[in-house]
């Protein structure tokens, strides 16, 4: 079957660590685009952190930067996301999708149907 799965996420307090893995079966994902986007209830879905499947080019929303780090295991078949000083502010249902480029997959928030695959989702719950 050929899907994303997303996991890691959970329940932390402010200024703790969580990783999401996103795990990709079915296909190899060495050559795509992958981005991690959240979505928050009542908000539109924000591009979170995106990296190349060429040159491992990144890119990070700034209020994540300094933060967040995403990279990859291609030998895993697996996109990371390593998340740490969480906030509050980054309680959202984080999901990972792929794209065959990464021009594609920076603008997956607001041109989702261009993506190639989507995850489900996992929770990240930041509160005290």
């Known amino acids: 079957q050929v899907q994303l799965v997303e996991s890691g996420g959970g329940l932390v307090q402010p200024g703790g660590s969580l990783r999401l893995s996103c795990i990709a079966s079915g296909f190899t994902l060495d050559a795509d685009a992958v981005g991690w986007f959240r979505q928050v209830p009542r908000k539109d879905r924000e591009a979170v952190s995106c990296?190349?499947?060429?040159?491992?080019?990144?890119w990070y929303l700034e209020s994540v930067k300094g933060r967040f780090t995403i990279s990859r295991d291609n030998a895993k078949n697996t996109v990371y996301l390593q998340m740490n000083n969480l906030k509050p502010e980054d309680t959202g249902e984080y999901y990972c999708?792929?794209?065959?480029?990464?021009?594609?997959?920076?603008?997956?928030?607001?041109?989702?149907?261009?993506?190639?695959?989507w995850g489900l989702g996992t929770q990240v719950t930041v509160s005290s």
């Open positions: 990296i190349d499947g060429r040159d491992a080019t990144t």
């Open positions: 999708a792929s794209a065959r480029d990464f021009d594609t997959a920076l603008q997956g928030a607001v041109r989702p149907w261009a993506m190639d695959k």
